[in-house]
């Protein structure tokens, strides 16, 4: 296997770590005045969903995790288990509630996403970063009410609630960030 010193790591590095598959999130080389230098990293755990913070010694070796990312489309769900199409083969692939990342609540049927799989085992799903969804509940908009950063709940077309501005009202489409979760804009048309 390939091996990865923590002085080569970079945002997105994955790694193995006492038999734990490890995602760099974010990385700082640092170089006191006195004593050696140290790579502060905080890191996630791809399979546990952990975050920790850590230093290095620059020289330390860790083996390189490659994490496969395959275009599927979600088609649907039943119970706990969720089926995503392959892409290339077709094959309709389970993956489990817990595996899903918390904007998972954003992404309807049909939409494509990227499975993570290491050993040949499905280990996460990442939903697109922007959805646009059609808002199906939420109190009426006033005309020339334009407060800012005023907002109210609405419901969208998966089910998830988000706040949106005061001007949204129920048929609009709008554009989230399935990161955050947030409402991002209304969409044109």
């Known amino acids: 296997m390939p091996t ?3 002085g ?3 945002n997105g590095v994955t790694f193995e770590m006492d038999g734990k598959v490890m995602q760099v999130v974010e990385f700082q080389h640092v170089k006191p005045g006195k004593g050696a230098a140290f790579v502060r990293t905080k890191m996630k755990d791809v399979l546990g969903g952990g975050v920790t913070e850590t230093s290095f010694n620059p020289t330390a ?3 390189t995790a490659y994490i496969e990312r395959k275009d ?3 088609s649907y769900n039943d119970g706990d288990l969720y089926y995503f199409m392959d892409q290339e083969s077709f094959d ?3 993956v489990s509630q817990g595996d899903l990342p918390d904007g998972f609540a954003f992404v309807k049927e049909n939409t494509v996403c990227k499975l993570m799989i290491y050993k040949e085992k ?3 799903v990442e939903a697109p970063n922007f959805v646009e969804l059609e808002v199906t509940e939420t109190d009426p908009g006033f005309k020339g009410d334009t407060a800012t950063n005023v907002t109210k709940p609405a419901t969208v ?3 998830a609630e988000i706040k949106v501005p005061l001007f949204i009202n129920p048929g609009d489409r709008i554009k989230i960030d399935t990161r955050t979760g947030e409402y991002l804009e209304r969409c044109k048309g």
């Open 72 to 74: 599927a489309e979600y």
């Open 8 to 10: 080569e790591f970079r």
């Open 122 to 124: 499905v280990v996460g």
């Open 92 to 94: 309709m692939v389970p």
């Open 61 to 63: 070796k860790f083996e």
């Open 4 to 6: 990865i010193t923590a």
């Open 157 to 159: 077309e998966t089910g």
